[in-house]
């Protein structure tokens, strides 16, 4: 076994191959699934002749191809953590591999798993490496198309991000789906779901007129339960266009809710997975703070639509930037359609109950940490109680249009820190 590495933030450095589009097949099985990739690559520099580092963990390399040509074995280096392409080509260059996983047997509740029926991914913050070799790095910024094929009867819903394009029936009993997303994204923000869910369909008129086609999946027995999910989604996306001028963009937007899904809510691009608890709600047992919880989560995690997944993070070092200014805009979102004093209080509260003793003991850490084995640990309270003004925040969303979101958010990054404790 490889040690896990110290990740130190004065050691990052661009990429030397750039990732622009990625086509994913999966082949869902109940042995095991095979995943297969193509990826257009693009060498950073012209003339360098770095090697290209790919990360993946726990899966079988069933074959690597450049250029359509099989590589022999003396052309990569294959490790528990890494596959290297030893001196890829120097122009442009197609590279694909097949691997093959076991979703059956993910306990990690990383990259791709499948648990009481369904197939699910989480890919925050590293998990896209236990589904294919890859520059798992948020910097890697590529257009996806993934073809999902699998037993109809077991799983007769297959989502992943982006538009659906075609879908149809195969032989054997199994069927496709081919979904595209015109946006380019780090992997991180890549979802599947396949399984038998039913869902609560409604749709979302832009303000500049585009039809957005809403469905929140659930197994069947949870769909009346999802009327307060769709009313927040709706509010959410109302307000985004309303306080920040932020209008979503593309025609559909799903979200999965499912009682296995470990993280709490993910906020994959157009297809936000949750779990169960934080999504459903009947009048006969939630309490109103249980409502007001959803409006907030549901908000939390499509205003990532914006800030986050179309303005993303450089690095994991970056991750409070994300999170404290989606933190930020969900409590003004809560504030505005709640009691803003109430909600104050509430997190001010929360902050002390959670926050305080961790900054007090052995786990505190800067709101940017220097160095990381393990970027799971930085998912706390921290980063959730940073306040930035809307000025600032529509700063990083023009900057983005301009092509300028990394240096913008590096130095949005210093603002930030520096206010952090300065609360009232
Ligand atoms: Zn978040």
């Known amino acids: 076994m490889e ?7 004065k050691d990052y450095k661009l990429p030397d191959y750039y990732f622009e589009t990625v086509y994913l097949k999966f082949v869902l099985g109940e042995e095991s699934t095979i995943v297969s990739s193509e990826i257009v690559v693009v060498r950073r520099v012209e003339g360098s002749s770095a090697p290209l580092v790919l990360n993946g963990e726990d899966m079988k390399l069933v074959s690597i191809k450049v250029d359509g040509k099989e590589l022999k074995a003396d052309d990569y ?9 030893v001196s890829p080509p120097s122009t442009k260059f197609t590279l694909e591999i097949v691997t093959d996983i076991c979703p059956q047997k993910n306990t990690s509740l990383e990259g791709l798993y499948k648990s009481s029926g369904n197939f699910c991914t989480q890919c925050e ?22 073809r999902i094929e699998a037993d109809k009867s077991l799983y007769p819903v297959l989502l992943s991000n982006g538009n659906l394009l ?20 780090p992997c991180y923000l890549f979802a599947l779901v396949a399984g038998p869910l039913e869902s609560r369909d409604d749709t979302f008129v832009t ?18 339960k999802t009327a307060h999910a769709m009313y927040s989604l709706k509010a959410a996306m109302k307000w985004d266009e309303d306080v920040f001028g932020l209008e979503y963009d593309l ?3 799903n979200i999965v809710a499912v009682p296995d899904f470990n993280m709490g809510a993910m906020e994959n691009k157009s297809l936000n997975i949750f779990n169960s608890r934080l999504v459903l709600a009947s009048p006969e047992t939630a309490t109103d703070a249980d409502y007001a919880s959803i409006l907030g989560v549901i908000g939390h995690e499509y205003f990532h639509n914006w800030t986050g997944n179309r303005v993303t993070c450089r690095d994991w070092f970056q991750l409070s930037l994300k999170e404290g200014l989606t933190v930020f805009r969900d409590q003004e979102f809560s504030s505005d359609l709640g009691s803003r004093p109430v909600k104050r209080i509430a997190d001010v509260s929360k902050l002390r109950s959670y926050q305080f003793p961790q900054d007090a003991g052995p786990m505190a850490h800067p709101v940017r940490p220097h ?15 940073v306040t930035l003004s809307r000025v600032l ?6 900057a983005y249009h301009c092509g300028l979101s990394f240096i913008v958010s590096s130095t949005l990054f210093k603002i930030l820190s520096s206010r952090f404790n300065t609360f009232e």
Not at 3 to 9: G, H, Q, S, V
Not at 371 to 385: A, E, P, Q, R, V
Request: charged share 30%; hydrophobic share 35%.
């Open 77 to 85: 280096l294959l490790g528990p953590r890494h596959l290297t392409l």
């Open 207 to 224: 303000r500049s007129g585009r039809k957005v086609s809403l469905r929140i999946w659930t197994p069947a027995k949870d769909v009346p």
């Open 125 to 146: 913050a590293e998990g896209f490496r236990k589904i294919t070799y890859y520059q798992d790095r948020p910097d890697i910024m590529a257009k996806y198309r993934v």
């Open 251 to 253: 025609d559909l937007f």
């Open 371 to 385: 160095s990381y084995i393990k970027m799971d640990n930085f998912y706390t309270g921290k980063h959730c109680f």
């Open 3 to 9: 040690t896990p590495k110290e990740i130190f933030l």
């Open 393 to 398: 925040i529509h700063v990083y969303i023009q």
């Open 166 to 185: 075609e879908e149809g029936d195969l032989e054997g009993g199994k069927h496709y789906a081919l979904w595209e997303d015109p946006f380019q994204k």
